[in-house]
């Protein structure tokens, strides 16, 4: 079993940001897949960035340039640093985590991220 606790949601102004954090707890491999997703009102889940490792990063194309994914393999804890924050970032930012070794995987309660004047 595997739980993710996030932090770091609130609300910000436009062009402002904020940083996500996401702790996991139990059998977790440099080789999984972490990420975050997001869900806004009245949308589907939809990826915002993956890293495995440190070395596989992946992007949605809506935040590349502003996001920033990053990996603490020794903590077990995946970053999301979110810069140029726009009024549709404005979701539920959900941590995941894929694991190779096991086949299985999970997700964090969310956080929310509200981006408004």
């Known amino acids: 079993q595997v739980q993710l606790v996030e932090s770091g949601g609130g609300l910000v102004q436009p062009g402002g940001s904020l940083r996500l954090s996401c702790a996991a707890s139990?059998?977790?491999?440099?080789?999984?897949?972490m990420g975050w997703y997001r869900q806004a009102p009245g949308k589907q889940r939809e990826l915002v960035a993956t890293i495995t490792g440190g070395e596989s990063i992946n992007y949605d194309y809506s935040v590349k340039g502003r996001f920033t994914i990053s990996r603490d393999n020794a903590e077990n804890t995946v970053y999301l640093q979110m810069n140029v924050l726009r009024l549709e970032d404005t979701a539920v930012y959900y941590c995941?985590?894929?694991?190779?070794?096991?086949?299985?995987?999970?997700w964090g309660r969310g956080t929310q991220v509200t981006v408004s004047s």
């Open positions: 139990g059998r977790i491999s440099r080789d999984d897949v």
């Open positions: 995941y985590i894929r694991r190779r070794y096991y086949g299985d995987d999970y």
